[in-house]
């Protein structure tokens, strides 16, 4: 599986911006996919992730409500919708997936096997 991201730039507070996720491969690897982000000196961190079979989504608490996650299967890609934007969603963000992921477990970076390249969203 390949994960391919984009979508990133630069937006200022309270603005929006859209990464894209593109997959290749055989689908059974990301029935599972997820965003995850990095600031320097931190921890990879959770964002949101979904279920390519039956759609179930999970947010951190740190963006339920502001962030979406979708999936559009028919072109493989994967998007996180980020609206409300706020200086400390600065970070890389990651895309990854799995063909398993422990079920409560679906926002720790430890269970995903592939990843993407990351793409850099900067918000002042």
């Known amino acids: 599986v390949q994960l391919v991201e984009s979508g990133g730039g630069s937006a200022q507070t309270g603005g929006s911006l859209r990464l894209s996720c593109a997959a290749s491969?055989?689908?059974?690897?990301?029935?599972?996919m997820g965003w995850f982000r990095q600031a320097p000196g931190k921890e990879r961190q959770g964002v949101a992730s979904?279920?390519?079979?039956?759609?179930?989504?999970y947010y951190s608490d740190s963006v339920r409500g502001r962030f979406a996650i979708s999936l559009d299967s028919a072109k493989n890609t994967m998007y996180l919708q980020m609206n409300s934007l706020k200086p400390e969603d600065t970070a890389m963000y990651y895309c990854?997936?799995?063909?398993?992921?422990?079920?409560?477990?679906?926002?720790?970076?430890?269970?995903?096997?592939?990843w993407g390249q990351g793409t850099q969203v900067t918000v002042s």
């Open positions: 979904i279920y390519r079979g039956g759609g179930s989504t």
């Open positions: 990854a997936s799995d063909s398993v992921i422990l079920p409560g477990r679906e926002l720790e970076a430890s269970q995903y096997t592939y």
């Open positions: 491969g055989d689908g059974y690897s990301s029935a599972v």
